[in-house]
């Protein structure tokens, strides 16, 4: 059975960094690209980042280019968002979500529960 | 203001059929597969269709998607009052090098 766990959110003041992590079991991870997803209070799903199942590419939504980086550790498992210089407009819910193809773009077929991010001071 | 256009809101009686509508442009649905995600509210959103047309394992056959140029569709045939939820479509956008997600369309079933 597919799981994904993420963690890592809670509150953080403006300016300051959260490193999320989604824990991944139930298929050969390495395999399949990996993605995170938002959802802002009142908003519709946001596409973050995604990273490639070799980690080797990377893709961000414009937005948060220069401030987060998505890795992976395959040897774990596990994916990460590390967010840096957050701001309130990044307040949200935070999904781990997995391609079904090596590759970005082809469907995110499992999900997270979602962990919350909240920014304010 | 999202890159793919949705209607906010859709709704029907239960057994009939519902269609959604996601329109984009050439760098997105024209040149991309189109995906869709019924999502409820606090829990995990689910994919409903990929490559534009194709089902999960899992999903039923009420649910078809279709593709035309930079247009996408999704159907719902026998409208149940479980299929309340919003829905999204999705596209890999060439220019923006990312995924671009539509507003979303609540549908409720009356």
């Known amino acids: 059975e597919v799981q994904l766990l993420e963690s890592g959110g809670g509150l953080v003041q403006p300016g300051g960094s959260l490193r999320l992590s989604c824990a991944a079991s139930?298929?050969?991870?390495?395999?399949?690209?990996m993605t995170w997803v938002r959802q802002a209070p009142g908003k519709g799903l946001e596409w973050v980042s995604a990273?490639?199942?070799?980690?080797?590419?990377?893709y961000y939504v414009e937005s948060v280019k220069g401030r987060f980086t998505i890795s992976r550790d395959n040897t774990k498992n596990t994916v990460h968002l590390q967010m840096n210089s957050l701001r309130a407009d990044d307040t949200a819910v935070y999904y781990c979500?997995?391609?079904?193809?090596?590759?970005?773009?082809?469907?995110?077929?499992?999900w997270g529960q979602g962990t919350l991010v909240t920014v304010s001071s | 203001q999202s890159v793919l256009t949705q209607p906010p809101s859709a709704s029907g009686t239960p057994g009939r059929r519902v269609t959604i509508s996601c329109s984009g442009s050439?760098?997105?649905?024209?040149?991309?597969?189109v995906d869709w995600y019924q999502h409820l509210p606090g829990t995990a959103p689910k994919l409903l269709i990929y490559?534009?047309?194709q089902r999960p394992s899992g999903v039923p056959d009420r649910f078809s998607g279709s593709k035309s140029g930079t247009s996408a569709s999704l159907a719902i045939s026998g409208l149940q009052s479980e299929d309340e939820a919003d829905f999204y479509c999705?596209?890999?956008?060439?220019?923006?090098?990312?995924?671009?997600f539509g507003g979303g369309t609540k549908l409720t079933v009356l």
């Open positions: 490559r534009n047309n």
């Open positions: 990273i490639m199942g070799s980690g080797g590419t990377k």
């Open positions: 999705a596209a890999w956008d060439d220019n923006l090098n990312g995924v671009v």
């Open positions: 139930g298929f050969h991870f390495s395999s399949f690209a």
């Open positions: 050439n760098s997105n649905i024209g040149g991309n597969t």
């Open positions: 979500a997995k391609d079904r193809i090596a590759v970005a773009g082809g469907g995110l077929d499992y």
